[in-house]
């Protein structure tokens, strides 16, 4: 496994935890408030959130990349 290889699996792996934990702090908050578990909003939610996610993930590593492979 050569360093690209390791680079690309953690950026991937760091981008799914974070979406989680963003997710989930949202969810949290509309889960007290809003919509029940398991309905549209909370699927909705996770999907905006995961959207939003790769987006900023897309746009943020070629700047990660040539940090750790140059």
Do not use: H
């Not at 809003?34 to 939003?52: E, K, M, N, R």
């Amino acid at each position: 496994m050569n360093k690209n290889t390791v680079v690309g699996i953690s950026y991937v792996s760091a981008w799914i935890i974070i979406w989680g934990t963003i997710g989930s702090l949202i969810d949290f908050y509309f889960l007290q408030n809003t919509y029940l578990p398991g309905s549209l909003g909370q699927f909705s939610t996770f999907i905006i959130t995961a959207i939003i996610s790769s987006i900023v993930a897309v746009y943020l590593f070629p700047i990660i990349n040539k940090k750790f492979i140059s």
